[in-house]
């Protein structure tokens, strides 16, 4: 069964202080590894798609990479206004998107 | 603008109603899924639809039912027999079901009274 997990369940940073969220996985036949944004109230809004360890994205502060076990979504100097749940979720051979509980992110001005 | 449309933004349900929530999206995709998610829990899959007039049940279809008479479209009705069914609902599309990303709508909020 794929399984996803993230750590920390919550992180709080204060403004311009980098830091990494954890995303580990267990999935037969990785199709993709997908991280989104969720703002309270809110769906999900798409970051980023991974397919292949080695893999990385970036986007303005945020810098994902993928391994075969685990991806990581780096916060490179967060303002307030990155604030949010950050999900993880993969897709296997089954098509299946399987996400995780998320990582509440707080930075403080 | 393409893009991904839910409404109601909230609902209320007194016991025993069953209720229907709308999602369209004009991106012109094949796939469209219906999620649950509850609070300190990840997102469970309720039905799929990779093509019109057909789906597949998720992971916790008990107590739900959908529909897929047009591409744009793809509404879900809670029935009286969902235990527990307040939580928020996402809607979500993709090209198709193989690998591709899922763009999830605004959601609704049901609650029951």
């Known amino acids: 069964e794929d399984q996803v997990t993230q750590s920390p369940e919550a992180l709080r940073l204060q403004e311009g202080e980098s830091s990494s969220l954890n995303c580990s996985y267990t999935v037969s036949g990785l199709r993709g590894l997908f991280w989104y944004r969720q703002d309270p109230g809110k769906g999900p809004e798409f970051l980023f798609t991974l397919y292949s360890a080695g893999e990385e994205k970036e986007k303005e502060r945020l810098k994902a990479t993928l391994t075969k076990k685990e991806s990581f979504l780096h916060i490179t100097a967060p303002k307030p206004e990155d604030s949010a749940t950050y999900l993880c979720a993969v897709q296997g051979g089954s098509e299946k998107l399987v996400f995780g509980k998320g990582t509440k992110l707080t930075v403080n001005p | 603008d393409g893009g991904i449309t839910q409404s109601p933004k909230y609902l209320f349900r007194k016991e025993g109603q069953n209720v229907t929530l709308s999602c369209e999206q004009n991106?012109?995709?094949?796939?469209m899924y219906w999620y649950r998610q509850d609070p300190g829990q990840g997102l469970r899959l309720i039905y799929y639809?990779?093509?019109?007039?057909?789906?597949q049940k998720g992971d916790i279809a008990e107590g739900y039912s959908v529909s897929r008479e047009k591409k744009e479209s793809f509404p879900l009705t809670v029935t009286s027999a969902q235990k527990n069914p307040t939580a928020f609902y996402l809607c979500a599309s993709s090209e198709d079901r193989g690998r591709n990303t899922q763009y999830f709508g605004p959601g609704t909020r049901l609650t029951v009274l």
């Open positions: 991106l012109n995709h094949d796939a």
């Open positions: 639809s990779q093509i019109v007039n057909d789906f």
